[in-house]
């Protein structure tokens, strides 16, 4: 089945260091899309990719997306302890005659060290 | 105010009474799911509807049913609980299907089966 595969699980940083997590999908995807969840709370949608190749930023948030539209990347430059959460990756697939089915990544836990 | 309202927010029940999680909307979305979040298995989706009347199932719908009678609302049934839906269960909304469009996520309900 459609698998999206997230990397790594945990990441510890001193506040001030760099973040990146990757995002991997078995299949080829319409489009990606990035969410944080705080700890205690809900997923947060934060940016969504659809062109081949492309990357987009939110302020100190760099986001890419391949070539192949399999794999996509989320860089944090100088976290802050406000960047701690989950930083999940999600794509649609499709099933049947719809891409209703929504596959998240893991996660990856980012703790920022003061 | 735009939002995704889950009741309870909290349950503990026994095995095999049979519950009911509400969610419901208020932004007038076409598309609405059913997940479960668990340590390091991230967002599992459980089975999502295309609009009124259209569901279909997720990565792990066995031992869950679901109805969407109206477009509003989206009820997540556990027939028989067992102890391994203990879990965290998100509904979320988005104005049509998955591709191109964020989901909005609702609070979350902690659900304890023992």
């Known amino acids: 089945g459609q698998q999206v595969m997230q990397i790594p699980q945990y990441q510890h940083v001193q506040e001030g260091e760099d973040f990146t997590t990757y995002c991997n999908s078995s299949?080829?995807?319409?489009?990606i899309q990035w969410y944080k969840q705080r700890p205690g709370g809900h997923p947060v949608f934060l940016i969504q990719l659809v062109k081949s190749g492309e990357v987009k930023k939110q302020k100190r948030l760099t986001f890419q997306f391949g070539e192949a539209k399999k794999n996509s990347s989320l860089h944090i430059t100088a976290t802050q302890t406000t960047d701690v959460g989950t930083y999940f990756c999600?794509?649609?697939?499709?099933?049947?005659?719809?891409?209703?089915?929504?596959?998240f990544g893991q996660g990856t836990i980012l703790t920022v060290h003061p | 105010e735009a939002q995704v309202t889950q009741n309870p927010r909290y349950l503990i029940t026994v095995t095999g009474k049979k519950l009911t999680v509400t969610c419901s909307q208020n932004m007038n979305h076409e598309y609405m799911s059913w997940y479960r979040q668990d340590p390091g298995l991230g967002l599992r989706q459980i089975y999502y509807?295309?609009?009124?009347?259209?569901?279909d199932k997720g990565d792990v719908p066995e031992g869950y049913k679901v109805s969407r009678k109206e477009k509003r609302n989206f009820p997540l049934i556990l027939e028989s609980p067992s102890p391994n839906q203990t879990s965290l269960y998100f509904c979320?909304?988005?104005?049509?299907?998955?591709?191109?469009?964020?989901?909005?996520f609702g609070p979350g309900t902690r659900l304890t089966v023992t």
């Open positions: 999600a794509g649609p697939f499709f099933v049947g005659t719809s891409y209703g089915k929504l596959t």
């Open positions: 299949t080829t995807l319409s489009n």
């Open positions: 979320a909304s988005s104005r049509q299907g998955p591709t191109y469009y964020e989901q909005y």
């Open positions: 509807s295309m609009n009124v009347e259209v569901t």
